[in-house]
């Protein structure tokens, strides 16, 4: 039975597989839907990501900075270098960053809070895994946060919390994956794991809508919002407070967080002014199936 269950995910994932094209061609031909309204976009050669500016009738700007924890190392060159001409100019910086508990409130958790934790934590170890096997780099070791800049999140704490009070527990595997927070880093690429995320960055917007899809159960769309949208909230709750002592405020924030925080800074009076695009990663060319000659 586990063996033809198996094959039937083989034959899904390859019949899927020969939709991408398909899909990509419909995508790509959306006004005002999924491509429209996310900070991404592919082109023949690589995946680039936005830098929205805003502003509103007061003067006041505000430039969010869509960001992939897993890129390439000219991709955080590139941002650093935006966010040192920010920070000379005056500008406040903003960042994403969920707080982990201290020792001390790590040792509190009960057993139900902690088994959420290590799902988050896998997650962290599943890219980390993922920049070491593929030649990349995660933002944490590109792009520590700077001492001059503010945190504009939530704790983990509050995350779990929110998640236990919703009832969400269940479901947090679906939404996160099977990340172990025990796995190993390699030591470093793998041309397996090299063509997977080529794959994977090459076609963002078709995993995009397969991630879309995978939260149309109630109580997964639930989740994916807590995740996404309580957070928004947080952002722009903090960007407001930078705005009161600056005329001009960067944050720093997952692209997948982009749409949802313009969207609340739209309701405060922002518009947008300008966008920009930073290349993430650039797609390789693989003249044979990798191990292969």
């Not at 805003?54 to 869509?66: F, K, P, Q, S």
């Not at 100019?89 to 201290?102: H, K, N, Q």
């Not at 988050?120 to 895994?129: H, K, P, R, S």
């Not at 269940?170 to 041309?191: E, F, K, M, T, W």
């Amino acid at each position: 039975m586990k063996r033809l269950v198996s094959l039937l995910r083989i034959y899904r994932f390859l019949f899927l597989l020969k939709l991408v094209p398909l899909l990509e061609r419909a995508i790509s031909r959306l006004r005002g839907g999924i491509v429209a309204k996310n900070a991404i976009r592919t082109t023949e050669g690589s995946l680039d990501l936005a830098t929205v500016t805003y502003a509103d009738a007061r003067g006041r700007e505000v430039v969010l900075i869509g960001m992939q924890h897993v890129a390439d190392a000219q991709f955080f060159r590139d941002v650093a270098a935006a966010l040192d001409r920010e920070e000379a100019a005056g500008s406040a910086i903003l960042y994403e960053d969920v707080r982990s508990p201290t020792d001390e409130q790590y040792d509190g958790l009960s057993e139900e809070d902690a088994a959420i934790l290590r799902a988050f934590e896998g997650v962290f170890t599943e890219q980390a895994a993922m920049a070491a096997s593929s030649g990349l780099v995660h933002q944490m070791d590109a792009l520590p946060p700077r001492d001059s800049w503010t945190r504009s999140d939530i704790d983990i704490l509050e995350m779990i919390g929110l998640i236990r009070r919703h009832g969400l527990e269940r479901c947090l595997g679906q939404y996160l994956g099977a990340a172990d927070a025990d796995a190993s880093v390699p030591d470093g690429p793998n041309p397996f794991a090299e063509l997977l995320t080529d794959f994977q960055f090459r076609h963002a917007h078709v995993m995009e809508l397969a991630t879309w899809l995978g939260t149309l159960r109630p109580k997964a769309r639930k989740l994916r919002r807590l995740i996404l949208d309580r957070r928004n909230e947080v952002a722009v709750e903090c960007i407001r407070q930078a705005l009161i002592s600056n005329r001009r405020v960067a944050a720093i924030w997952g692209v997948a967080h982009l749409p949802g925080i313009g969207r609340l800074l739209k309701r405060d009076g922002f518009s947008v002014t300008e966008v920009t695009w930073n290349t993430a990663y650039r797609f390789k060319r693989f003249e044979s199936a990798p191990g292969t000659k």
